[in-house]
């Protein structure tokens, strides 16, 4: 009898608890988390002023995005972007990159962000009229949203961003400096890793 109470003592002894057993899940907004992905925009928008209408502007964006949570919620980002906007003879092509800085909130199934972003880009403008002009500008902006994860390694963003453009076009004409802001609601896709 003395056996089986000393051999059951050492193998409850050698026994892990159960809640090691147990993996921890971990948070999809966790430090050294990975998340990649990015958003579509889609844009046709014409005026009509006193009876007559504009050239239609289209524009098409597409962004990526490669982030890394250095502590929990506190994620920096690297955002490449490519964009084409048309509107009459006029066709833009920019391509550029921006660094993000997110902080999330997790409250349960949800997690409220607020971002900033700030970068650089450079394109090309093919106008029938004046012929081929280099761009070179700076982007900036923030926004708020909302991220859910759908399961742990697939995450839905809705937000609202600011973003503005400090747009330089130099060419035959020479140079000319504008700006560009605007509201985009969008709609992200991110991996987890």
């Known amino acids: ?6 051999t ?3 193998l409850v002894g050698l026994s892990p608890p159960a809640a090691a057993e147990e993996e921890v899940e971990r948070s999809p907004y966790g ?6 992905g990015g958003s579509v925009l889609f844009n046709y928008s014409k005026a009509t002023v006193d009876g007559e209408s504009s050239d239609a ?3 098409f964006s597409l962004d990526g995005e490669i982030g890394y949570f250095l502590l929990d919620g506190l994620k920096v980002s690297g955002v490449p972007f490519f964009t084409v906007t048309a509107q009459g ?3 833009d092509l920019v391509v550029g990159a921006a660094v993000g800085l997110s902080y999330y909130l997790q409250l ?16 090309a403008r093919n106008n029938e009229q004046t012929g081929n002009e280099d761009l070179k500008g700076f982007v900036y902006g923030g926004g708020l949203g909302l991220s859910t994860p759908l399961n742990p390694t697939n995450i839905v963003e809705l937000g609202v961003d600011y973003l503005g453009t400090s747009l330089t076009v130099d060419g035959d004409r020479g140079s000319l400096d ?3 802001d605007a ?11």
């Open 1 to 6: 009898m003395a056996w089986f109470v000393v």
């Open 8 to 10: 059951s003592l050492v």
């Open 31 to 36: 430090a050294s988390a990975i998340h990649t």
């Open 57 to 59: 502007i289209i524009d």
């Open 89 to 91: 003879e006029v066709k």
């Open 108 to 123: 349960g199934p949800i997690a409220p962000f607020v971002r900033a972003r700030g970068g650089m880009m450079l394109g």
């Open 178 to 180: 504008g700006s560009r």
């Open 183 to 193: 509201m985009v609601v969008h709609i992200g896709y991110l991996m987890v890793f």
